[in-house]
């Protein structure tokens, strides 16, 4: 069972420019998670998608935003970049969410 | 708010000590509790989830819902435990929305 997709791995982006991230779970999971990992700050929730509907949303600016297709891929977009967004986007995917979430390898993005 | 802490920024032990990777956490009704471990150089994974009450890698937790703390503990430490462990906490009803803690740096020692 191939485990959840991020991609690209890496990005390399400007200040003001704008990003999408994308994220293939688990076969059969319906449920997206994304979150943001800083040193400073942790692991931080963006949002959770459930059969296309954003369920949940966390604290961040309205620049973060995101969907998920009927194939419960997702993807993940800010627009106007700043310094501080540069992180690691996580990407995490469950059937049920109180069984726990598979989390992808990220995508490190670096805002220059 | 929900919120999960995790006093130890870093815990260094011996191989063959016990461990224990405290966890705190405040809510009022009945969360959903996990691990999560990190390895170096690996992504994120679970690690135990309270529900199951299982043992992995021979790490167990119990919830205590009076201390609210869901502690994780191992008897004998080995080096390939070194990772970094990470408390998080969801409400069901709530989208599945995961509240990680800072983590805590466990180092094993030879």
């Known amino acids: 069972k191939a485990g959840v997709t991020q991609t690209p791995r890496y990005l390399i982006k400007t200040r003001g420019q704008q990003v999408t991230l994308s994220c293939s779970p688990i076969s059969g999971h319906r449920s997206v998670s994304w979150y943001q990992q800083t040193p400073g700050q942790g692991l931080q929730f963006l949002f959770e998608y459930f059969s296309e509907t954003q369920r949940n949303k966390g604290n961040f600016p309205g620049r973060f935003s995101g969907r998920q297709f009927s194939n419960s891929r997702s993807e993940m977009n800010v627009s106007t970049l700043e310094l501080g967004d540069s992180a690691l986007y996580l990407c995490?995917?469950?059937?049920?969410?109180?069984?726990?979430?598979?989390f992808g390898s990220g995508t490190r993005l670096t805002v220059v | 708010a929900q919120r999960v802490t995790q006093p130890e920024k870093l815990l260094s032990v011996f191989k063959g000590a016990p461990v224990e990777l405290k966890c705190n956490y405040s809510y009022s009704g009945s969360p959903e509790l996990f691990w999560y471990v990190q390895y170096s150089r690996q992504r994120l994974q679970l690690l135990l989830r309270h529900i199951s009450r299982e043992s992995i890698k021979g790490f167990t937790a119990d919830l205590n819902k009076g201390e609210t703390s869901f502690h994780l503990k191992k008897p004998f430490a080995q080096e390939e435990d070194s990772a970094m462990y990470y408390c998080a906490l969801t409400i069901y009803n709530q989208g599945g929305k995961l509240i990680f803690g800072q983590g805590t740096e466990l180092s094993v020692k030879p």
């Open positions: 995490a995917s469950a059937d049920r969410g109180d069984y726990g979430y598979t």
